[in-house]
C-alpha cells in the first residue's frame, strides 16, 4: 500500500525510536543502532531519515534538556506517533504475510532449476 | 537566530572541533534543524576525543559534516518558508470562476464573443496552414521544381511554363547529372473517356512521363509506378477504381481510353489531398497518348507540356537554373532565340503561392493575397472580441473596487492584483477555446464546402494544440492586460471610503476602443459590399455570346466525333435545337495563341501581335450566339470559306485599320504562309478571366470535326424538357461519347469561383464582427443603465419619458459609432481601391456601399442600445428607487 511507506533505514530508526522511548534522540538513535546492528551510521543519513519522517508524520519531536558535551545545544527527543505505529505495524504484518506465504519446501529443497 | 557559543557556556573540556568545518555547517544547515543538529555533533566529538584523540575526532567531525550536506539539511537558498503562490493562484481563480458564475449575461456576454473570435481564428490559422502546406504531401517535396521560362520582347519579359517537348529530352540526356527524374506532362487540361466493361466516364487526369510518378513517389494501394513504364499502361486514383471497376480487381485490368487506347491498370493509388499539384488526377496515362500514341519527343516549336524535375543530391535550384539558363538558345529558331529564353526551375514550395510572374519579375500572387487579407481579418476579430472582454472589465470596475481596496489593505501588492486579474482573463479565455473547440468541429463542414477545402480538426498534431493555446494565451494577455493595469492601480483608502468614482480617464480609452471596434465593423462590411459589388459587375459583363441554353460536349478521340451535317440534322429534326457547331477549344477557355501574321496587300507590321486562334465549324457562330459588328459568318455556300477568318473587336483594334473586312492577312505556320481573308468581326469575346481585358481573338473555318460540339437548345423549349431528347438521339448518334455536357453558363460562372469564396468568407466574418461588437455594446448599455437606475428612476419621477431616457442612453453610442464610420469609410474606400487596381475589368465603388454600411452599422447599434434603454426606461421608478 502506498499509503504507508517505510524504507528499509527508516524502518529501522522508527524501531529504534520506539526501542528507546523517551530518550531517542540524534546520538542516542545513532549509538542504538550501531550497537544493535553493527552497522555504521552517520549523523547525515540520520539526521535526513528523521526529518523526512517528520514531514511524514510518523514521528514527533521535542526539544529537550542539554548538557555541556552539547555546547549548550538542545537535544531534540522524537516520539513515535499514532500514525508511525500503524505504518510500523502495516510493514510488519506484509512482511509477516509474505513470511507466511513462503511454502515449507522452499527452506528445504535444493535449487531445482540448477539441472536445467 | 543566535545561539550562544562555548564562551558563554564553559566547559570541562577545551578542545574545539574545527572551526572552519563547524562555521560550514552552520552556514549550510537549515536553522530548523541547526540546534538539535549542532548538539549531536557536540556530543559525539567530545566523546571521541576522549576516546581515540583529537585528530581522529576532529576527522570525524569533518566527515560528519560532510555527509551532512544533502538535500533536506541544507537550508533553502531563499528563506526557509514555504514559498510557492499556488495557494493564491488557487484563491484567484476561485474568485474568478465566482464572479463568472454571479454575472451571468456579462459571463455569457465575454465568453459567447471570445469564443466567437477564436473560432475565427482557429478557423482562419487552419486555412492558412492548408493554404502553407501545399505539395507537402510529396515526400521529395524539397528536390522537386517546374522548368519556367523567360522570354523578352521589346517591351515586356514573359513568364511561360508551357515548354517544348525537346527541352525536356535534352534536360534528360545532357543535364541528366543534374536531375533524377525528369518529367514532361501534358500542359493543357486533359479529359478523357475512360472505359471498362459497361462503366464509361469522362475524367480528369494527367499525361505524363514515367519518371513522374516516381519523382512524385505516390502512395499506392495496389501494383506499384514502376509497371509504370510502357505506353500502354496507366495509373489510376482509388476513387476510379471504385467507380470503374465496383468490387473487380483492378489490378492487370484493360481500361479503354477514348475508345481507341487499350491499357493495363498497373497501379491504384491513393486520391491525393486537396491541397497539392495533381490533386485532381484520377489517372495518370503514358504521355505520347497525346500525339496518338506515338512521337517524336524532340520538337522545339510547339509549347505544350510542363517539365517537372527532381534534383539529385546536392544541387540547389539557383545552381542548377544557372547552368540549365541557356539551355534552348540552341536548338530553336531563330525568331525564338531573339526572345533570349531563359530557363529557371521553381521550387515546389513556391508553386501555390509564389508563382505569379509580372514582366519577370516574381510578384505577390492573389492567393498569397487572400492569406494575408484572411489572417489580417482573424487577428481584428479576435482583436474585437479582446475589446469586449476590455471594456466590460472596466465598465464593471466600480463593483470590483472594494475588493481590491480590501485585497490591498490585508497587504496584497500590486503585482499580485494583476496576477488575480490576468488569471480571470485566462480562465475566461481558457473556457473560451474550449467552446470554440467544439464550434469550430461543429462549423468545419459548412467552412470546408465554402472555402473549397478539406480540413479536418488535428487533434492529435502537438502544433495544433501549442498554436491553440498560444491563441489563448495571447488572446488572455490582450484581454486582461488594460483590466489589470487600471483595476490593480485603485487606491485602497478611496475605494474603501466610498468617495471613488470611475473617473473619465476610463471612459476615454473605454470610447476609442468602441470606435476601434466599429472602425473594423464596417470596414470590414464595406470590404464585403464592394467583393460583391465587383462580382456582380463581372457577372453582368457582356461577354459576347449567349450563356443561356448553350451546352457544350467534349466529343473525345477524332473517330468517335461522327459527321456533323448528320447529327444536325438529326437534332433540329427533334425540334429541341436550333443549331450546333464545333470548336478546338472550349469557348470558355483561352487556350491557342499564335503570333506571325502579316498583311497580303498592306504595308503594316504585325510582328509581335499574339492571337487568340480557334478553329470552328459552320454553324459555331450561331450556336454560341456570336454577335456580328461587320461582315458576315462563314457560310457552307462558299467554299473559299476555309481560306476566311473572323475576328472580334479587339483583334481589329490590334490589328489596327479601319475597314478590316476583305483584307487578308497572311498567318506563316511550318514556315509556309496561308491567306485568310477578314469576312467577319464580332464584339469580343470574354474568355479567360471575366475581370480580365479581352483577349484579339481570331476564329478559322476547319473542314474537319473538332473536340468540342455546342448545342443551342431551341429558345422556345425548356431545357428540362430538351435534355432527355437531346441525350436520346446523341446516344444512337455518338455512341462513344458519354453524355458528360455541361452548361456554358456554368462553365462562365466557375471563373468567379475565388471571388465568390473570398466574398462569403468576408461576408460571414462581417457579420461575426458585427455580432460580436454588438454584444460588447450590449453589455456596455445595460451596464450604464445599470450604473444609472437611480439617476433614471429620478428623472422618471421628475416627469421625463421613455423617449428622453433612450435619447439619453442611446446618444453616447449612436454618436460613436457614428464617429466610426467617419474613420473607416475614407479607409475602406483607399483600401477597396487598392483591391480593385488588381483588376482590369473593374466596377466604380458606388456610394451606396457605403451609405449601405454606415446604415447597417447604425441601425444594428440602435436596435442593440435600445433594447436595453427602453427596459431602463419603462421599469418603475418605484423600485429602483426602492432599492438600499
Known sequence: ?116 | MEFGNGHIHPMKNTTQPPRLALRFFRWFCHPDLLGPIEGDLMELYHERVEEKGELKANLKFIMDVILLFRPGIIRPSEGYQQINQYGMFKNYLKIGWRNLLRNKGYSIINIGGLSMGITVAILIGLWVKDELNYNTNYKNYNSIAKVYRYNTFANTVETNLFSVTGLGTLLRSEYGDYFKYVAMVKGSDDRRVLQFGENRFTQRGYLMQSDGPAMLELEMVQGSWKGYTGKNTILISSSLADKLFSGEDPLNQVIQMDSKYDLKVVGVYKDLPGNAEFHDATYFAPLELYFGGNMDMNVWNNYNVFIYAQLQPGHTFEGVSENIRDAMLPHVDERTAESNPELFLLPMSDWHLRSDFENGVRVTSSKLQSVWIFSIIGCFVLLLACINFMNLSTARSERRAKEVGIRKSMGSVRSQLVYQFFSESFLVAMISFVVAIVLVQILLPTFNSIADKNIGLPWGSLSFWTAGLGITFITGILAGSYPAVYLSSFNPVKVLKGTFKVGHYVATPRRVLVVVQFCISVMLVAGTGIVYQQMSYGKDRPVGYTREGLISLRLGAYENRGDLKTIRNELQATGMVSEIGEANYQVTSTLGWNDDFKWRDRNEDLSGLNFNTIFVSHGYAEAVGLEFVEGRDFSPEFSTDTEGVIINETAAKNLAVANPVGETIIWNRNGTGYPYTILGVVKDMVKGSPFADTDPSMLFLASWSLEYLYIRINPEVSTYDALPVIKKSLASLLPAVPFDYTFADDDYNAKFKSEERIGVLAAIFSVLAIGISCLGLLGLVSFTAEQRTKEIGIRKVLGASVVQIWQMLSKEFVLLVTLSCGIALPLSYWLMNNWLENYEYRTAISWYVFAFSVGAALFITLITVSFQAIKAGVSSPVKSLKAD
Request: hydrophobic fraction near 35%; aromatic fraction near 8%; charge should be positive.
Open chain 1, 1 to 116: 500500500m502506498k499509503k504507508y511507506q517505510l524504507g528499509e533505514f527508516e524502518e529501522i530508526v522508527m524501531l529504534t525510536v520506539a526501542v528507546l522511548y523517551n530518550q531517542a534522540y540524534g546520538v542516542s538513535i545513532k549509538k542504538e543502532i550501531e550497537a544493535r546492528l553493527k552497522r555504521g551510521v552517520s549523523v547525515g543519513a540520520l539526521q535526513t531519515a528523521l526529518k523526512r519522517l517528520e514531514d511524514k508524520g510518523y514521528l514527533k519531536s521535542s526539544e529537550g534538556d542539554t548538557s555541556e558535551e552539547r555546547a549548550g545545544r538542545p537535544k531534540k527527543y522524537f516520539l513515535v506517533t499514532a500514525l508511525g505505529k500503524r505504518a510500523m505495524q502495516h510493514t510488519k504484518n506484509t512482511r509477516d504475510e509474505l513470511w507466511n506465504a513462503i511454502p515449507k519446501v522452499a527452506w528445504n529443497s535444493e535449487m531445482v532449476t540448477s539441472t536445467l
